[in-house]
């Protein structure tokens, strides 16, 4: 996870964005590898601040139960409304 995240991230921001990672990943029983990646994209493509990561993801916790998708179908399908795609990089897949 903060492999995936220092990719863009400053030690400062991994701290912020970290500890909303864990709850979301054992409330939804998600890769936390994966949502890393999924999470950051959306923050970076939002123009959203590493300090807004608490409030992004009580918001994507309470759409993903009340549309009854999974957190990371929310997650991504907010990142492809934003105009993005998620890569293998930031999926926390091996690079080749």
Known sequence: MIRVLAQHRSISEIEAIAPELGKLSILHASDIVALAGHFDSLLRMGGLLATE???IAD????MSAVAGLSLSDTVQAFVTLLGGTVTNEEQGAPHG
Do not use: D, G
């Open 59 to 62: 918001e994507l916790h309470t």
């Open 53 to 55: 990561a608490p409030q």
